[in-house]
């Protein structure tokens, strides 16, 4: 297990509605990134947070947004949702000043009606 | 665009063979490159890295090679075991940004 934590599980939404999501870091990660995985395809980079600040955006639209707390622990909040939001969202996080590598926490499954 | 492909995207080996799980990349720029393995319902899960000042990197079972001259990186599995069966992403990084570039995934199936 990578000690990356998400809430909930599954998550079932209308379109228009607005959804948040939660992550919980590895212990003494200081960096979370967001990700994007719709069925069958590799996952796509969402946005990173450090230091409680956005550092980092893929092509997403501002409709979605996020949060960093002082305890690392991060939200993804998505509004006004489409059908294509529907996918697996995962979060990942990693210690900035030791290396890259990004331990992955096991994922939303949001459906979209 | 960006992207990370993967050239085959299923493959089927009998156990005890060796599997070989190839990847091309785009971003000639890219410095970090890391195989995840996805099982169903999971999150993806840290196999192996490599950073682009090697060619060759070995853990337990596992090997990545790394060719920069073809944009070309490998994930070659030993003695490959049921367990082993999942969905393979190779993924790029650039000068240690939060952004992977993870491409399409291979299914990697094991018959007993």
């Known amino acids: 297990e990578t000690g990356v934590t998400q809430s909930p599980t599954h998550l079932i939404k209308t379109r228009g509605q607005q959804v948040t999501l939660r992550c919980s870091s590895q212990s003494g990660h200081n960096t979370v990134s967001w990700y994007q995985q719709a069925l069958g395809q590799g996952p796509q980079f969402i946005f990173q947070?450090?230091?409680?600040?956005?550092?980092g955006r893929g092509n997403f639209p501002p409709r979605f947004s996020g949060l960093q707390f002082p305890n690392y622990s991060s939200e993804l909040n998505v509004n006004a949702l489409e059908l294509d939001d529907s996918a697996l969202y995962l979060c990942?996080?990693?210690?900035?000043?030791?290396?890259?590598?990004?331990?992955f926490g096991p994922g939303t499954r949001l459906l979209v009606l | 665009g960006e992207s990370v492909g993967l050239h085959l995207p299923t493959l089927s080996v009998q156990e005890g063979d060796n599997s070989i799980i190839n990847c091309a990349y785009s971003?000639?720029?890219?410095?970090?490159f890391i195989w995840y393995k996805q099982e169903s319902g999971k999150g993806p899960q840290f196999i192996i890295d490599?950073?682009?000042?090697?060619d060759k990197r070995q853990g337990q079972r596992v090997t990545v090679l790394l060719n920069k001259t073809v944009k070309h990186l490998s994930l070659q599995i030993a003695a490959t075991q049921p367990g082993d069966s999942a969905v393979y992403f190779c993924a790029e990084n650039y000068n240690q940004g939060g952004k992977l570039i993870f491409g399409q995934g291979t299914e990697l199936s094991v018959k007993p």
């Open positions: 971003n000639s720029a890219s410095d970090y």
């Open positions: 947070y450090y230091r409680e600040e956005e550092n």
């Open positions: 490599i950073r682009s000042n090697m």
């Open positions: 990942a996080s990693r210690r900035l000043d030791v290396g890259e590598t990004q331990y």
